[in-house]
């Protein structure tokens, strides 16, 4: 079993930038291929990057590509989501999500295990 906690959301002006991390517990985090998912007010949770186990490959919603950039460090049991450009359509909450076995999936019920989330609010 695998603890997710993020951290690194708030308030940022249109155009701007931030940086959410995701801490794992456990000494497996390497076997899990995680994700950014999102969940604005009214909204179904939607897929936003994935990474798989090896960092080899990464997947992005179409929505964020070439402005939000996903990586992980494996020896700190740490995944982030770098957002540049954002917009205030990127406002929501963000969750970290880990998957046990490989591949990259868009829908949630593919995740074991979830974060608490953390809140990113963009201002036009």
């Known amino acids: 079993q695998v603890q997710l906690v993020e951290s690194g959301g708030g308030l940022v002006q249109a155009g701007g930038s931030l940086r959410v991390s995701c801490a794992a517990s456990?000494?497996?985090?390497?076997?899990?291929?995680m994700a950014w998912f999102r969940q604005a007010p009214g909204k179904e949770r939607e897929f936003v990057a994935g990474?798989?186990?090896?960092?080899?490959?990464?997947y992005y919603a179409d929505s964020v590509k070439g402005r939000f950039t996903i990586s992980r460090d494996n020896a700190r049991n740490t995944v982030y989501l770098q957002m540049n450009s954002l917009k205030p359509e990127d406002t929501a909450v963000y969750y970290c999500?880990?998957?046990?076995?490989?591949?990259?999936?868009?829908?949630?019920?593919?995740?074991?295990?979830w974060g608490q989330g953390t809140q990113v609010t963009v201002a036009s």
């Open positions: 999500a880990a998957r046990v076995g490989g591949g990259v999936y868009a829908r949630p019920l593919e995740y074991n295990y």
């Open positions: 456990g000494r497996t985090f390497s076997s899990y291929t």
């Open positions: 990474i798989t186990r090896s960092a080899g490959n990464t």
